[in-house]
């Protein structure tokens, strides 16, 4: 509906169907066609004629795969120890898509500020960004090609296959030497009825039957839902400075090597709790810190 005309009437445009693609990858001649296609349809099959198609440029960042587990909240839990490298705390692991070769992690949650209500993720260029790429500011591509950003690189993601295995291997290995403790204090023959020895023994193997039981489940999902890269896209690269050697004052001369990149909220999942760092069930937390301006940051 467009705005009232001088005279005070309202006037209706035509139902607008708008298609997104990929400004460097589609021709003129193909949107056209494309949208004659699309017209010629709705002519035919359902008589619908007052009706536009219009393309435009899109970027967009994937919403697929499975979410970022909440930091596990008590010692108790039977995952604490292999999870963190998929949790929404501090400390992600992340790679690239252009190359799961590299491995890093992501430093800080930035709140991106304006009017803007997104999540950035700071760290290093080098992780962001391959290096054979030239040493120039890089920013979002055009055209939705972008550079996206994956929890876990390839040798992280087997890496932490293999700590779930391991875990399970000692978890099995506790549960078989709890039952043949178990067994030998009934045979024994001087065996002296201790309840709260007893019991302690049996909490302990029902706490090691459901760390074992958690684990294999943990396992199975990984490997079902997160091995895709696809599946493992975090967000995509924002904003990234040339790495620069000697920066600061004469007195200072530190290296900048630092980039940006927006995160998929949904991929936080429901328990991001912010800047947060996980010690083991104990929790240090910060702000997130507003990211002002993209033409100066910082």
Same mark, same amino acid.
């Given at each position: 509906m467009s705005p009232s005309g001088d005279d005070g009437r309202t006037f209706v445009s035509p139902v607008t169907i708008w298609i997104g693609?990929?400004? $460097? @990858?589609?021709?003129?001649?193909?949107?056209?066609?494309?949208?004659?296609?699309?017209?010629?349809?709705?002519?035919?099959?359902?008589?619908?004629?007052?009706?536009?198609v219009d393309f435009r440029g899109s970027t967009y960042v994937r919403t697929v795969g499975p979410e970022l587990l909440p930091p596990p909240r008590s010692k108790f839990d039977p995952l604490l120890a292999v999870t963190p490298p998929i949790t929404s705390a501090l400390g992600v692991h992340i790679s690239t898509k252009d190359d799961v070769q590299t491995q890093g992690t992501m430093a800080l949650y930035l709140a991106e500020g304006g009017e803007k209500d997104g999540i950035l993720g700071l760290s290093c260029r080098h992780v962001l960004v391959p290096s054979s790429e030239p040493n120039v500011p890089i920013g979002a591509r055009d055209g939705g090609l972008s550079r996206d950003i994956l929890?876990?690189?390839?040798?992280?993601?087997?890496?932490?296959? $293999? @700590?779930?295995?391991?875990?399970i291997h000692v978890a099995e290995s506790k549960i078989r030497g709890l039952i043949e403790a178990q067994t030998r204090r009934k045979a024994a023959a001087n065996h002296v009825v201790d309840a709260?020895?007893?019991?302690?023994l049996q909490i302990e193997l029902k706490r090691s039957e459901e760390k074992e039981k958690a684990l294999h489940t943990l396992l199975d999902t990984i490997e079902k839902d997160?091995?895709?890269?696809?599946?493992?896209?975090?967000?995509?690269?924002?904003?990234?400075?040339?790495?620069?050697?000697?920066?600061?004052s004469s007195n200072?001369?530190?290296?900048?090597?630092?980039?940006?990149?927006?995160?998929?909220?949904?991929?936080l999942g429901p328990g991001f709790q912010g800047n947060v760092l996980d010690l083991a069930s104990t929790f240090v937390c910060f702000i997130i810190i507003p990211f002002l301006s993209l033409s100066k940051p910082f």
């Open positions: 693609v990929c400004v $460097e @990858s589609t021709a003129a001649t193909v949107a056209h066609d494309a949208a004659m296609d699309i017209l010629k349809f709705l002519s035919d099959s359902y008589e619908i004629t007052d009706i536009d929890v876990l690189g390839k040798v992280a993601f087997n890496n932490f296959l $293999e @700590s779930i295995k391991l875990d709260a020895k007893d019991k302690a997160w091995r895709a890269r696809d599946r493992r896209v975090l967000g995509s690269v924002l904003f990234a400075p040339p790495i620069t050697l000697g920066a600061g200072e001369m530190y290296t900048e090597d630092w980039g940006v990149f927006r995160i998929d909220r949904e991929k």
